[in-house]
């Protein structure tokens, strides 16, 4: 199955070819802002997606659209919008999309040190930024790849390049074994006989839950059985019992899905951060040592 797509960002550009008078346009557009060091005029509309650049030279950006089709049609209304409070248009406009930047996620852990080893024209420096950067010839793009599986597909100049490109990643790392099922396991080991929910891709059931009274169990994200802040002694989230253990059974900081994405990422960076802090304190030896 190959991963889902989500849009995020398209960017259209059109180009008019005469010059603008930017405070006339100002004056029509409620909500812009003109920035004269820089001869352009922010718009902003109230009810609608996305910010319009507006430049002296005639040329107007668009950005932040949520699909392809939108971005084509929306600097087309705002130029008859203008037309119509008597700024003259010379030439037909028509809009060109620029850039579609597009998210998925491979659902298993990525290798970020196996990839860079194994395919070509991409760059790493997880000192510097802990995503793997790598530029696709064909379509043209360029991904941002995290350990996590989640990835950030730039420079596509229609949904339907965005999709190619990332399936044909996905296809590239699924034929030289580069992605690795996320696996979440029971903090007891799990009992078939007792099975109440499985727990991540692996299916292994866990006897501790429900481990939350009073929280729907259906939203609860299990990848972080036990809190990796534990103790944390902050009494917003827990207290601490008669026989001094941290009683922290009433949070449930760590299973919110969002929080536990965050606290993956983090654990991500930290950990590609400390290794290549750690191989550059060997001076490039070669590390042996079983993890």
Avoid at 113 to 124: H, P
Avoid at 182 to 198: E, F, L, S
């Amino acid at each position: 199955m190959m991963p889902k797509i989500n849009i995020q960002n398209v960017v259209s550009v059109v180009k008019t070819e005469q010059l603008f008078d930017l405070k006339a346009i100002g004056g029509i557009l409620t909500y812009s802002t003109y920035l004269p060091s820089m001869e352009c005029l922010i718009y902003k509309p109230r009810r609608h997606v996305g910010t319009f650049l507006i430049f002296r030279s005639g040329k107007i950006v668009y950005t932040g659209g949520p699909s392809e089709s939108y971005a084509r049609v929306a600097p087309i209304k705002l130029l008859r919008i203008m037309e119509n409070n008597g700024i003259v248009i010379l030439k037909k406009p028509r809009a060109e999309v620029v850039n579609i930047v597009a998210t998925t996620n491979f659902d298993g852990k990525l290798n970020i040190e196996e990839i860079a080893q194994t395919l070509d024209k991409v760059i790493y420096e997880p000192e510097q930024f802990p995503a793997l950067i790598y530029r696709l010839d064909e379509p043209r793009t360029t991904f941002l790849i995290f350990s996590s599986g989640k990835l950030v597909c730039t420079g596509a100049k229609s949904e339907e390049d965005a999709a190619k490109a990332i399936n044909k990643v996905f296809e590239i790392f699924q034929e030289k074994n580069l992605i690795a099922p996320n696996i979440v396991v029971a903090a007891d080991g799990g009992n078939p006989q007792n099975c109440k929910r499985p727990l991540g891709g692996n299916g292994r059931p866990c006897s501790f839950f429900p481990c939350h009274e009073g929280v729907d169990e259906d939203s609860l994200d299990c990848r972080f059985c036990y809190c990796p802040f534990y103790p944390c002694l902050d009494r917003q989230l827990g207290k601490m019992t008669p026989d001094g253990n941290w009683d922290c059974s009433g949070c449930v900081l760590p299973h919110v899905p969002e929080i536990a994405d965050y606290i993956r990422y983090l654990e991500d960076h930290l950990f590609e951060v400390v290794k290549a802090r750690y191989f550059k304190y060997l001076n490039g030896r070669v590390c042996l040592t079983k993890t």
